[in-house]
């Protein structure tokens, strides 16, 4: 049975210093983690941007009539 407690209390032990262990390295890692996840998002907009922009300009420019009025409305034409 005392072997049994003394291997809980060991992992227990090993767990906790896991936990530290990965919070010093997050602690210390922090900016680093950040600036690459914002590199990747900043590329994966820009991308994604990129794809959607030419038909969202296609489909927002209107069609250039065949046939125009005059540039200044005389003032003998009719409304």
Known sequence: ???LING???LSGLVSLAVLGG????YVQKDT???GAREKAT?????AITEA????????MPSV??????????????F
Do not use: D, N
């Open 33 to 35: 983690l950040i600036e």
């Open 53 to 60: 922009l030419p038909g969202l300009v296609q489909s927002a």
């Open 65 to 78: 009539p065949e046939v125009t009025g005059p540039a200044v409305p005389s003032p003998t034409m009719p």
């Open 23 to 26: 919070g010093a390295y997050l």
């Open 43 to 47: 590329v994966a907009i820009t991308e």
């Open 1 to 3: 049975m005392q072997k």
């Open 8 to 10: 809980v209390a060991l």
